[in-house]
């Protein structure tokens, strides 16, 4: 494995640990908080569509760069990919976090209907 791509190999890595554990739960919150104050509801998965858009025409760019031997064309298509990937990262956390809340969310609400109706009747 050569260094550029062990460097590579490395910020896509930290670019997505990052966007997974800092970005996502922001997204997830501040996407529940649009839905709950308005009627919009936002589809978390139709900004998936262009994120990997994006991851593709980075890595186009890096393999021209490779190919061509451009330093610079090198670095902005590194710096693109690990944005990219910061940001489809936080996306699917973000779907990951709605996806495990529900049950819990339908569970906190059995549990609560279970303990009223455990209470006895005056």
Do not use: C, D
């Amino acid at each position: 494995m050569s260094a550029e791509a062990g460097a590579l190999a490395a910020g896509v890595m930290a670019a997505s640990l990052i966007g997974l554990v800092y970005v996502a739960p922001v997204a997830y919150v501040s996407l529940r908080l649009v839905r709950r104050r308005t009627k919009f509801l936002a589809s978390v998965k139709a900004h998936l569509f262009p994120a990997y858009g994006w991851v593709a025409g980075s890595a186009l760019m890096i393999g021209a760069a490779y190919l061509s031997g451009s330093a610079l064309l090198m670095g902005l298509g590194t710096a693109s990919l690990t944005l990219s990937m910061l940001s489809v990262v936080s996306i699917l956390g973000a779907l990951a976090l709605t996806s495990v809340q529900l049950p819990l969310a339908n569970q906190h609400a059995k549990v609560f209907a279970a303990r009223r109706m455990a209470r006895p009747l005056r």
